[in-house]
Nanobody, 124 residues
Framework: QVQLVESGGGSVQAGGSLRLACAVSGGTFSRYALAWFRQAPGKEREFVAAISRSREGTDYADRVKGRFTISRDDAKSTVSLQMNSLRPDDTAIYYC?????????????????WGQGTQVTVSS
């Protein structure tokens, strides 16, 4: 059974930075494309960023481009999200997800495995 566990959430002031990490266990990490999604209070869960198996392909939601960076460490079976220049509208629960798809995708139903989420709160 593949398990994903997020860490690194917390509270920060606008303009600050946080780094989220997601540890993946129970599967062959290098076979998965990985992504981060988020869900703000009262809103639908939305795509944030994704990275392909080979690390050559990445994709970002327009709202986070230039501020967030997704990366993976296959040796440690982790995927990270570096978040800079945070804004209050980045406040959400952030989830990591894994898919066996060979490409990056925004589509939530393509992701087979999900973490429990980590809270990020950005104050103005």
């Amino acid at each position: 059974q593949v398990q994903l566990v997020e860490s690194g959430g917390g509270s920060v002031q606008a303009g600050g930075s946080l780094r989220l990490a997601c540890a993946v266990s129970g599967g062959t990490f290098s076979r998965y494309a990985l992504a981060w999604f988020r869900q703000a209070p009262g809103k639908e869960r939305e795509f944030v960023a994704a990275i392909s198996r080979s690390r050559e392909g990445t994709d970002y939601a327009d709202r986070v481009k230039g501020r967030f960076t997704i990366s993976r460490d296959d040796a440690k079976s982790t995927v990270s999200l570096q978040m800079n220049s945070l804004r209050p509208d980045d406040t959400a629960i952030y989830y990591c997800a894994a898919t066996a798809a060979a490409f990056v995708t925004h589509t939530q139903y393509m992701y087979n495995y999900w973490g429990q989420g980590t809270q990020v709160t950005v104050s103005s």
